[in-house]
């Protein structure tokens, strides 16, 4: 019984938190090469160009009339416009 409850504990972490650390880690890294210019959509769906990044936010500019937003660098989903094609 104790062999069957390691070995359950080990597929556990190896299906569901090694992966789970592992995009947290790839979102950190991505949110933490955010540069001028790059195109962003945020997890509401907003996609803007960012212009300018601050240590915990970023600003951006959406669309032609240049609208500009202040959000947390955690609200950034990806980076370059979300599709339905590789929506996750």
Do not use: H
Not at 50 to 63: F, N, S, Y
């Amino acid at each position: 019984m104790g062999v069957s409850l390691v070995v359950l504990i080990a597929v556990f972490y190896f299906m569901l938190i090694r992966p789970e650390n592992k995009r947290k880690k790839e979102a950190a890294k991505m949110r933490s090469e955010l540069a001028v210019g790059d195109v962003i959509t945020t997890i509401g769906g907003i996609v803007g160009t960012i212009c300018a990044v601050k240590e915990e936010t970023i600003v951006i500019e959406t669309g032609a009339d240049r609208v500009r937003m202040e959000f947390t660098k955690w609200a950034i989903s990806n980076k370059g416009a979300q599709t339905s094609e590789n929506a996750k």
